[in-house]
């Protein structure tokens, strides 16, 4: 059984970091894709980085590059978005997802093509 705890959210003010962790166990793929989501109130859940575990290529959205990243322990099973420069706009629930790198484009990840999540994780960026 595939798990993904997120840990690392909390409350910071602008232009502060924060580094975001998802563990992952149960994952029976050798090649799979770990995405970073997020989903603000009233909004999409939005793709905003992803990594491959087979070369790490990574994947940012337009919204993120530049101040985030995205990377993998593969000794820990562990994934991170260190975040930095955080804006207001940042503020939203984080989700780390997975899935068997076949069935996504890791170029243009989409909610729907990730199988497996976790339970998310609260940012909140405020003055």
């Known amino acids: 059984q595939v798990q993904l705890v997120e840990s690392g959210g909390g409350l910071v003010q602008p232009g502060d970091s924060l580094r975001l962790s998802c563990a992952v166990s149960g994952f029976t793929e050798v090649y799979y894709a770990i995405g970073w989501f997020r989903q603000a109130p009233g909004k999409e859940r939005e793709g905003i980085a992803c990594?491959?575990?087979?070369?790490?290529?990574?994947y940012y959205a337009d919204s993120v590059k530049g101040r985030f990243t995205i990377s993998r322990d593969n000794a820990k099973n562990t994934v991170y978005l260190q975040m930095n420069s955080l804006k207001l706009e940042d503020t939203a629930v984080y989700y780390c997802?997975?899935?068997?790198?076949?069935?996504?484009?890791?170029?243009?990840?989409?909610?729907?093509?990730?199988?497996?999540w976790g339970q998310g994780t609260q940012v909140t960026v405020s003055s």
């Open positions: 990594i491959s575990s087979s070369d790490g290529s990574t």
């Open positions: 997802a997975a899935e068997d790198l076949d069935y996504v484009i890791l170029s243009s990840p989409h909610e729907a093509d990730f199988g497996s």
